[in-house]
């Protein structure tokens, strides 16, 4: 069974940053692209952005792109969002998933693994 546990979730104010991370267990990590989502209240869960199973392809959401920065570190089973110049929008509970094959996809049907959620809220 795969577990992903998110961590660096926090309160800041806008324009500041954080780094969130997830933990993966098992051995099958470098097999997979990963993924990370979040949801406000009242709204849908959205894609943020993904990596690809060897790091080489990284996917933003428009709304992000060029603020946040995905990576991976195989070796450590972890994958990693910078998140910078914060705004209030960006508040929600942030997952982190794993998708069912090696090339990333925004669409959350093609993860089959979900972390638990870490809060972010970001406040002006």
């Known amino acids: 069974q795969v577990q ?28 997979y692209a ?8 009242g709204k849908e869960r959205e894609f943020v952005a993904a990596i690809s199973w060897s790091g080489g392809s990284t996917y933003y959401a428009d709304s992000v792109k060029g603020r946040f920065t995905i990576s991976r570190d195989n070796a ?31 669409v959350p049907d093609q993860y089959n693994y979900w972390g638990q959620g870490t809060q972010v809220t970001v406040s002006s």
């Open 4 to 31: 992903l546990v998110e961590s660096g979730g926090g309160l800041v104010q806008a324009g500041d940053s954080l780094k969130l991370s997830c933990a993966a267990s098992g051995r099958t990590f470098i097999n």
């Open 76 to 106: 450590e089973n972890t994958v990693y969002l910078q998140m910078n110049s914060l705004k209030p929008e960006d508040t929600a509970v942030y997952y982190c998933a794993r998708n069912l094959r090696r090339w990333g996809s925004t």
């Open 34 to 41: 990963m993924g990370w989502f979040r949801q406000a209240p």
